[in-house]
């Protein structure tokens, strides 16, 4: 939610998004530092963020309450807290290597998604069925298929396999 809010600040203000160079640029932007900063309120209101945590603040893990209540992560809704000077750096960052710790031992950590799940959207499932099927009845070459879907060789019979197209 808060990548979508992030982005969807750049697009009020017109500007293209540095997104994925943090380690590149360290200190962000100008540009940067407004986006995170609209769509932090956008996501959780500064006003509605110092009530919720007088109510929370005691809690095992006031961080899981805001998060849930303002359907963020648990990070973020951490992060907001330290920008709002609810919480100081240090108990910010405890909390990030303890979560980060956390979510490593589950084997939850994000992966970065699901490259075949993507195609779905990037492609378009009816779509990819098509094409994926075409060169089997001999209505396109492989070639052409392979252009169309921008998928190649293991990778284009995998997701043919994905979406149940027999290829040989």
């Not at 990548?3 to 200190?27: M, V």
């Not at 963020?72 to 809704?77: D, K």
């Not at 919480?87 to 980060?100: A, E, K, L």
Request: net charge positive; charged share 25%.
């Amino acid at each position: 939610m808060f990548t979508l809010a992030h982005e969807l600040a750049h697009i009020w203000l017109g500007t293209e998004g540095l997104s994925g160079f943090e380690f590149l640029l360290p200190g962000g932007t100008g540009v940067e530092h407004w986006c995170n900063q609209a769509a932090a309120e956008f996501l959780a209101p500064q006003r509605e963020t110092r009530v919720r945590w007088t109510q929370v603040r005691r809690e095992a893990s006031p961080f899981d309450a805001l998060a849930r209540t303002f359907k963020v992560s648990p990070v973020v809704a951490a992060r907001r807290a330290l920008d709002l000077r609810l919480i100081d750096r240090g108990t910010f960052f405890d909390f990030y290597q303890s979560y980060i710790s956390g979510e490593r031992r589950r084997g939850t950590a994000p992966s970065g998604g699901d490259f075949y799940n993507n195609q779905n959207t990037r492609v378009g499932e009816l779509f990819a069925s098509q094409v994926l099927r075409a060169p089997m009845e001999g209505r396109i070459g492989f070639k052409e298929a392979y252009d169309l879907t921008e998928l190649r060789g293991g990778t284009f019979q995998k997701y043919a396999r994905r979406l149940g197209v027999d290829l040989p």
